[in-house]
């Protein structure tokens, strides 16, 4: 038997369902990173696919809809609990978020993370609640990957870097920007990274009002090492607009 | 309730007048783009047409109703978001989302084993699929290939291959209800599916 063989025999008894606990945990966590497991098991989801014809309908409960709808609404009210440390892969709360993230930007007409330098769009939950205190964004390289989460806290005003799929560079540095309406049309530099990601001041925010750190874009660009020499972004930059967290807002039915 | 194996309840009556209204398959394909789209009524049609078929998957292997509802409200708070990644390239959207229901309802049931309904009960379950009336042609078609291919198994394989797919049930569940070693049950299952490949790619 072929190495193939095999691959293709673990597809299809993970498809079948018959794999233990533990093969099962493995084959999905392999999922995430064997193009070729992947497509075998796509292969085997088809194949077997009919014998689900076998499957009664069975309608459930009238309030599971319901409480669907209340979780998804909870979710999106609370896009991370607390940022997560950078991982080998994305958390699933990252893998949601970006594509959350992507969904907004098809709402919001932007067409490309390059073409779109430092758009200021607001993005404020659609409902009225409780204005949170906790704010996170997410910076992404190319509609793929989150490369950057950034956490605000607007009662303290300061803010934490974590670095997702972002790699230390050399010889250059990453920058952060901040642009809103209020200050005018150029993006404004709110410090270098250093090598741990980290802003050289953490009270970089100290100056600006809450009110305007919530309709703010954030940019990340890569600038020569120590920041750009011109005082703007000499880069094009990954953006990201801040979300409530909404930890402590209660969750309101529509 | 619709239901998406109906024939005429997921056709849009609005869709009369064009040469040839959406079949059920493209409805429920167009809902989930729009899903995809954060499109709530689309979401909630698309659950009114797809739950209880989800709903049955998961409560086939679960066995209990309030445990299966919590499932499938997980199931479909995964389709909302994995919406954008649904292909109608690679598979129909009604596999797309059973495959979601019983992996997750398979991943529940493999951390609560004791959830294991009695053999017998599950054995008069699996009764061979058959075409309801509503079913589309191409399911028929697909359907009637994959019979005809496990009725060329021996019997005691295919029951392997029905409980293992329909009811959940692991290597090692079928290893005692067979009262087989379960490298055998392996050697078997390997057996059945590579007939089973073999035999649909012909």
Not at chain 1, 204 to 216: G, R, V
Not at chain 2, 60 to 73: F, G, H, P, T
Not at chain 2, 135 to 141: A, D, G, I, P
Request: charge should be negative; include cysteine.
């Amino acid at each position: 038997m072929t190495d193939r063989d095999d691959l293709d025999m673990l597809a299809a008894e993970f498809v079948l369902g018959s794999l233990d606990t533990e093969e099962r945990a493995s084959v999905t966590r392999r999922l995430q990173h064997e193009p070729e497991l992947n497509a075998l098991v796509e292969e085997w989801e088809v194949r077997l696919a009919p014998l689900a014809e076998a499957i009664e309908p069975v309608t459930p409960h009238p309030g599971v809809f319901a409480r669907i709808e209340r979780q998804i609404d909870a979710i999106q009210a609370t896009p991370v609990a607390e940022p997560e440390p950078a991982r080998a892969t994305a958390p699933d709360n990252v893998i949601a978020l970006q594509a959350r993230l992507r969904r907004w930007q098809w709402s919001t007409g932007i067409a490309s993370a390059a073409a779109m330098l430092l758009v200021a769009v607001l993005l404020l939950q659609p409902r009225p609640e409780p204005i949170p205190q906790s704010f996170v964004a997410v910076f992404q390289q190319n509609d793929q990957q989150p490369a950057f989460m950034l956490s605000v806290d607007l009662s303290t005003r300061k803010l934490s870097i974590r670095p997702v799929t972002a790699e230390p560079l050399q010889d250059k540095s990453y920058q952060l920007w901040i642009k809103a309406d209020p200050l005018g049309p150029n993006p404004r530099s709110l410090g270098v990274l250093n090598d741990n990601f980290e802003l050289d001041q953490a009270t970089a925010l100290s100056d600006f009002d809450p009110e305007l750190l919530k309709q703010a874009t954030f940019g990340i660009s890569i600038e020569p090492d120590g920041g750009s020499p011109t005082g703007q972004p000499t880069s094009p930059a990954i953006h990201g607009y801040l979300y409530p967290t909404g930890m402590d807002t209660p969750e309101q039915n529509r | 309730m619709t239901d998406v194996f109906s024939s005429s309840a997921a056709l849009s009556p609005t869709d009369s007048g064009a040469p040839s209204a959406p079949a059920p398959t493209d409805h429920i394909s167009d809902l989930l783009h729009k899903v995809a789209r954060e499109d709530r009524a689309a979401f909630a049609e698309l659950y009114q047409a797809t739950a209880p078929k989800l709903f049955g998957t998961v409560l086939r292997i679960l066995n209990q109703k309030s445990w299966a509802e919590d499932v499938v409200q997980d199931v479909y708070v995964k389709i909302w978001h994995k919406a954008e990644q649904f292909d109608a390239k690679k598979a129909s959207p009604i596999t797309w989302m059973v495959t979601i229901a019983r992996n997750s309802a398979i991943d529940v049931l493999r951390k609560h084993p004791l959830a294991q309904r009695a053999p017998q009960e599950e054995l008069d379950l699996i009764a061979s699929a058959q075409p309801d009336a509503h079913s589309q042609l191409e399911n028929e078609q697909a359907l009637r290939q994959l019979n005809g291919c496990l009725e060329e198994l021996e019997e005691g394989r295919r029951e392997m291959v029905r409980l293992a797919y329909l009811n959940g049930w692991s290597r090692a569940n079928l290893a005692t209800y067979f009262d087989q070693p379960v490298n055998t049950i392996k050697t078997g299952l390997h057996r059945a599916l590579k007939l089973l490949k073999g035999c649909l790619a012909s």
